[in-house]
């Protein structure tokens, strides 16, 4: 019973872990898509945001410059999407599908050219990344009645990035829907040429969206690299972005429900960590690749069968083109 | 009325006065369409000022010039006076004009006071702003009579409310003249009436007013000068006063026109269509047409009547057997069609039955083909039109050139891509497919929308001739004037069911108008 509950703990600890690239991404692609853009590219910023992260904490030795580095590689490769979108009208899907190409051969080639490591980075420091922290030892923590143990063995003990993710949900709910750029941001998603009747840049309002997708993704990039691992490996993001992207269309594109989604999607890869060479009674041993992949499944059955009607945006996926 | 004298007397007085809105010169061309060619209007200061023309004249593009969403090649707009560049909306909301649009620029999920604060909202974040705003639409609910709940989803809202909405967009931005772009499409004539109401209302606190249409008799009905517009040109602007609805038909369309149609009695042979318990409910769930039932005769019009978006499209689709029936039963001449037994359009058009179609964009033509192509689609089957193996292109071209010349469409070149030709001209394309093989039974959605005066007419003509040959016809169409000059006999839509019939001799605007607002349950439910 004891090693059940130790158990069952442990996996919701590793899920906030799995989880956290997924809020991030999730919260991107969030903000990207309610301004009407589609971002298929989070996988791309968040391996280049990966990569530029490894790269800098490698050089300087610095995580916060890595940090810096990676977000603004998030935001350089979003300035690229968002230039073939909104300023050029080019299709969404494509131009998505291109950031993320290049950024698959790119970190590779680079990564190549720079360590000679077969596109890794060398491993890093501790002092070079963002390493788990406890503000309460276990035993101070168990003084404290429910929430104390939650703290010791599910909330406590991670990195940073773990908690900024969280804590971007909050805040992009509350930006989304009790400010002003929310408000625009939300209409211009549903119909850009009610925002620019109302006197309002269409073009300005997807930029900056498009430019706080980058920036979290960038996040989730850094955190990768440079806080769950010590180091970049090449294709390091393992489609975690496009799972993100899955998540938020199943929240139907709100901040509460799709952390959830990111959650259950960082659930199942906490199990399937877990499963790795566990016997279960009468299934006997589970290949791994069938667990790991479970989340893939579980996204295609829920969206198609599970979510509904998708809401997505009503514009999305539309340049707006003014005149005829 | 001051106002009214400033500008009919022109120039000296005007000066001294200045005009609400000046256009000088105005120019703008999209590709090879001139939409306006050197326009000049002068809109006195509180004055009710109506700009008419037919569809295409460049009416919405002035409009969309003037508010900012276009940008003119060349020319000048003067507000008050001052002269004002109009780079986006922006400036125009700044200038003082608001505009009502035809399609209402609001944001369907949102409520309506998120849709009056987007883009004043009063501060970065929304909670201050929005105590404000509510206290800004209780006034102006209260002063003009603009009752809205503020709390309400655009979405559930009817089209007569989502319309106050836009207009207290324009009122909450403070402006001075305000502009509506056809305001009365989607209305019934009793909510046009409370607009007008609502116009005068705010006329008579200082509220210039622009009104675009293209019916004569809203025109004649509130406005104090009227300008026309043909083909990108200013042709004529006139106190209202001195027009006569012949006078402004014959400067809207470059001719003299008969508005008035000749049509004898109608002569009902055989049932053609008839429509059982006809149910149709669409992929969300929503029940659009509601135990629907009629019987279509040889030789009469049936007219259906509604606000749009009642169910009429979706039983004309039901008919033509584009749509599944859910329940119910159809009946075309021998033909028996029911949720059991579908039958597709091909089917339905082999047993007798012509379409034509409500959007002739999406389901009439394919622009992008010549015309001799969407000549003959749903006809490319037919002998006539193919060889042994391939299909005969001279065949089909010939055919095309001759109805061509038959039904008067210009330019009269079957190689001409679709798209090229005037609403009109792909409208009476349409109608010569469609009416070509002599049809039992014709079913016509909107015939003349987007059509421009000559063309109505003669389209109008041909429905009748084809109905004393002894065609059945079910003509849909959201234009009242329409449905009652045609029709013989007159069903009114609304929210999917028939509630009411009405002679076609018998019909006035006013009965028709309360059966598609279904007044009259309503009252009933009320009582």
């Known amino acids: 019973m004891e090693e059940l509950w130790l158990q069952a703990v442990s996996i919701l600890a590793a899920t906030l872990r799995t989880a956290t690239p997924l809020v991030f991404c999730a919260m991107a692609g969030m903000f990207s898509e309610r301004s009407g853009i589609i971002d298929i590219g989070l996988e791309g910023k968040m391996l280049a945001g990966a990569f530029a992260a490894a790269c800098l904490a490698v050089v300087t030795g610095s995580a916060w410059l890595a940090l810096l580095g990676a977000v603004l590689v998030g935001v350089l490769m979003a300035l690229l999407h968002g230039l073939a979108c909104i300023t050029y009208r080019g299709n969404q899907v494509v131009s998505g599908v291109a950031i993320n190409i290049m950024a698959a051969g790119l970190t590779v080639v680079l990564g190549n050219a720079w360590f000679g490591r077969g596109g890794q980075t060398p491993d890093l420091a501790p002092e070079a990344r963002f390493m788990p922290f406890k503000i309460l030892s276990r035993e101070s923590a168990y003084e404290i009645p429910i929430l104390g143990p939650l703290y010791a063995f599910v909330i406590g003990g991670h990195n940073l990035l773990v908690y900024v993710a969280f804590a971007t949900v909050p805040v992009a709910w509350w930006v989304l829907y009790h400010t002003r750029f929310g408000l625009r941001l939300r209409a211009v998603g549903e119909d850009p040429k009610v925002v620019d009747t109302a006197g309002i840049s269409v073009a300005w309002l997807r930029y900056r969206a498009v430019i706080i997708a980058g920036l979290l993704c960038g996040f989730a990039g850094a955190y990768l690299a440079i806080a769950q691992n010590a180091g970049f490996s090449p294709h390091m993001t393992a489609g975690r972005g496009f799972i993100a992207l899955a998540a938020m269309v199943f929240g139907k594109w709100r901040p509460w429900p799709a952390m959830f989604a990111c959650l259950l999607f960082g659930l199942l890869d906490a199990i399937a960590i877990r499963l790795q060479g566990v016997i279960l009674p009468g299934i006997g041993q589970v290949p791994v690749e069938a667990i790991q992949a479970l989340p893939y499944i579980l996204t295609v059955v829920l969206l198609a069968g599970f979510v509904g009607r998708a809401m997505a945006p009503h514009a999305l996926g539309q340049p707006y083109v003014k005149e005829r | ?527």
């Not at chain 2, 989502?162 to 499409?185: M, N, S, W, Y």
């Not at chain 2, 049932?271 to 029940?287: A, P």
């Open chain 2, 1 to 527: 009325m001051a106002a009214e004298q400033v500008g009919i007397a022109g120039s000296p007085s005007a000066e001294a006065w200045p005009a609400a809105i000046e256009l000088r010169g105005i120019d703008k061309s999209f590709g090879a369409v001139h939409a306006n060619k050197n326009v000049d209007l002068t809109i006195a200061k509180g004055s009710i000022h109506g700009i008419i023309g037919e569809n295409g004249a460049g009416k919405s593009t002035l409009m969309s010039i003037l508010y900012g969403f276009y940008t003119a090649d060349s020319g000048e707009i003067l507000i008050n006076g001052k002269p004002v560049r109009i780079h986006g909306s922006h400036d125009a909301i700044a200038a003082g004009i608001g505009m009502v649009h035809q399609h209402f620029m609001l944001v369907e999920p949102f409520t309506v006071l998120e849709n009056v604060m987007l883009g004043a909202e009063g501060g970065a974040l929304l909670r201050a702003g929005a105590g404000k705003a509510r206290a800004e639409l209780q006034r102006l609910a209260r002063d003009y009579g603009l009752n809205v709940d503020p709390d309400a989803h655009i979405a559930d809202l009817p089209v007569g409310e989502q319309q106050r909405v836009e207009i207290l967009k324009a009122l909450f931005r403070h402006c001075e003249i305000l502009v509506l772009d056809e305001p009365t499409g989607v209305l019934t004539p009793q909510e046009t009436g409370q607009l007008f109401q609502i116009l005068r209302a705010l006329n008579a606190r200082g509220v210039t007013i622009v009104l675009i249409t293209h019916k004569l008799r809203e025109i004649l009905a509130i406005t104090d000068t009227v300008s026309v517009m043909r083909q990108g040109e200013m042709v004529a602007t006139l106190p209202t006063k001195e027009a006569t609805r012949e006078h402004l038909a014959e400067l809207m369309v470059g001719r003299k026109v008969r508005l008035e149609l000749d049509k004898t009695k109608a002569l009902p042979g055989a049932v053609r269509l008839s429509v059982r318990n006809l149910t149709v409910i669409d992929g969300k769930g929503v029940k659009r047409v509601d135990s629907v039932g009629f019987d279509l005769r040889a030789g009469e019009i049936l007219g259906i009547a509604g606000v749009s978006g009642n169910g009429q499209s979706e039983l004309l689709e039901a008919l033509s057997g584009i749509r599944p029936l859910s329940s119910g039963g159809i009946k075309l001449c021998d033909l028996e069609v029911s949720p059991d037994t579908p039958c597709g359009p091909a089917e339905v058009r082999e047993h007798g039955l012509a379409h034509v179609p409500e959007d002739r964009l999406r389901l009439g033509v394919v622009t992008a083909f010549p015309a001799w192509e969407s000549f003959v689609l749903g006809y490319h089957g037919d002998d006539e039109y193919n060889g042994r193996i391939l299909m005969d292109r001279e065949a089909m071209t010939n055919a095309c050139g001759k109805l061509m010349e038959r039904f008067d469409v210009r330019p009269r070149d079957p190689q001409l891509r679709c798209g090229s030709f005037s609403g009109g001209n792909q409208q009476k394309l349409i109608l010569a497919r469609e009416i070509a093989r002599q049809p039992k039974v014709l079913v016509v959605g909107q015939p003349t929308r987007g059509v421009d005066i000559g063309a109505i007419e003669f389209i109008h003509r041909q429905l009748l001739a084809l109905r004393d040959a002894g065609c059945a016809i079910l003509l849909v169409s959201v234009e009242l004037d329409e449905v009652m000059s045609l029709s013989d006999r007159i069903l009114v839509m609304f929210q999917g069911r028939i509630v009411g019939e009405v002679d076609g001799d018998a019909a006035d605007e006013r009965t028709l108008g309360l059966m598609m607002a279904n007044a009259h349950a309503q009252a009933e439910d009320a009582a």
